[in-house]
T-cell receptor, first 114, second 116 residues
């Protein structure tokens, strides 16, 4: 069974500090991995997408890494801001036939406090 | 491009009533997905269309749920004889096939359903 596990489940950090969120998956065959940010009561917003050949990708203060051998990904947030408070969801797509099967992690709830 | 839109944004209904939600995907996207998200949980996949064909349905989609995409553009999700357990956020996403390994899904704002 394909699984996507995220840790920690929740995290509280001070404004300006850095943090790293983890995502481990068992999805196979792997197609791509995405990180989404979801504000409370809103739909998810894509932060970045990682394919098999990509190890590191940055999008502003967000840096995502992917180790396809160990099936692990991380999302690093630098110089956190209050607006970073949200749930961060790791989503892994499986290449299956002609279409994508998508498995969602349960998310990490991040709270940035002043 | 206005992105993925969903209507209504909120729906409150009494148990046993039928409800219908609508999703308008990004215009050139041929894939459309429905997800359900309950409080504190990640989204759960419900069903997926490529053009007008419904290619995959989750076992979460019971007989009371039906989704259509008659012309390969907008989609509707109907829930019959609603139950309190149906209360959730229903998310729609769209993507464009034929881009190799890439299938970036763009999500709508969701429809929040409350069943009393």
């Amino acid at each position: 069974k394909n699984q996507v596990e995220q840790s920690p489940q929740s995290l509280i950090i001070l404004e300006g500090k850095n943090c790293t969120l983890q995502c481990n998956y068992t999805v196979s065959p792997f197609s791509n991995l995405r990180w989404y940010k979801q504000d409370t009561g809103r739909g998810p917003v894509s932060l970045t997408i990682m394919t098999f050949s990509e190890n590191t990708k940055s999008n502003g203060r967000y840096t995502a890494t992917l180790d396809a051998d160990t099936k692990q990904s991380s999302l690093h947030i630098t110089a956190s801001q209050l607006s970073d408070s949200a749930s961060y969801i790791c989503v892994v797509s499986e290449a299956s036939g002609g279409y994508q099967k998508v498995t969602f992690g349960t998310g990490t709830k991040l709270q940035v406090i002043p | 491009d206005t992105g993925v839109s969903q209507n209504p944004r909120h729906k409150i209904t009494k148990r046993g009533q039928n409800v219908t939600f609508r999703c308008d995907p990004i215009s050139e996207h041929n894939r459309l997905y429905w997800y359900r998200q309950t409080l504190g949980q990640g989204p759960e996949f419900l069903t997926y269309f490529q053009n007008e064909a419904q290619l995959e349905k989750s076992r979460l989609l019971s007989d009371r749920f039906s989704a259509e995409r008659p012309k390969g553009s907008f989609s509707t999700l109907e829930i019959q004889r609603t139950e309190q357990g149906d209360s959730a956020m229903y998310l729609c996403a769209s993507s464009r096939a034929g881009t190799g390994q890439w299938d970036t899904q763009y999500f709508g704002p969701g429809t929040r359903l409350t069943v009393l």
